[in-house]
């Protein structure tokens, strides 16, 4: 499934003039699915031809919903992106890519079993904005974030889940909140600047790569390499 539109960029709290409102998927599946505020197939600039290998958004997504159902293998692009809210369901091989802020992004569970499959099924599990992220983070923090790669341009306000496992997380300027309600594991995090790093049980092999202050890190378990 492909969705496309052409318009001009609006900011997300404007009324809702172009891109794409809302998509909901009730005990169902995004499959493969391609969410677009874009064109599809523009000749010059559009998902299948990118001349300059940079996506060209139009316009914003508003939210992507979905209740009892997974995010498996799909594609979602927009100026900005408010919500992506999974009830009862994975973020699993997606990509999400903003080119301006992403509000929150929530679900059961992250995961990519694409990993060890054949080259051909291979497929990223990305976050991305260019700028601002808020919120990353698993319901109730219940659920795990596994292979995960989250990029953002500027600040990152909350990760939170139970366990953090293979994380890569790349903030250029400051992450306010990393939060682990039992282990952070076999990950790395970059960044300009980390406000506070809690982790209820256990910090494992984890790299901190931070230009500037680490203001706070609360480990209730032990630091083991």
């Known amino acids: 499934m492909s ?3 052409v318009g001009a960029p609006i900011p997300l709290d404007a009324p809702f003039v172009g891109g794409i409102g809302q998509v909901n998927v009730v005990g169902g599946r995004y499959n493969g699915a391609t969410i677009w505020a874009g064109s599809l197939d523009d000749f010059w600039f559009s998902r299948r031809v990118r001349i300059d290998l940079e996506p060209r958004f139009t316009g914003n997504i508003v939210s992507i919903l979905g209740t009892n159902s997974d995010l498996f293998r799909s594609d979602i692009g927009a100026v900005n992106i408010g919500t992506v809210n999974l009830t009862s369901g994975a973020y699993d091989a997606t990509i999400v890519n903003a080119a301006g802020a992403i509000d929150t992004v929530i679900a059961r569970e992250f995961r990519n079993p694409l990993l060890l499959g054949e080259p051909r099924e291979f497929h990223d599990n990305v976050v991305l904005a260019t700028t601002t992220v808020g919120t990353i983070r698993t319901e109730n923090n219940a659920g795990d974030i596994e292979d995960l790669y989250i990029g953002v341009g500027s600040t990152l306000t909350e990760l939170s889940a139970r366990n953090i496992i293979r994380g890569d997380i790349n903030v250029e300027n400051r992450v306010s909140r990393i939060f682990a309600a039992e282990n952070i594991r076999s990950s790395t995090v970059r960044a300009g600047r980390i406000a506070d790093l809690t ?16 203001e706070s890190i609360n480990v209730h378990g032990a630091i083991r390499h």
């Open 3 to 5: 969705i496309g539109t």
């Open 199 to 214: 982790v209820t049980n256990d910090l494992r092999l984890v790299s901190l790569n931070v230009a500037g202050p680490v």
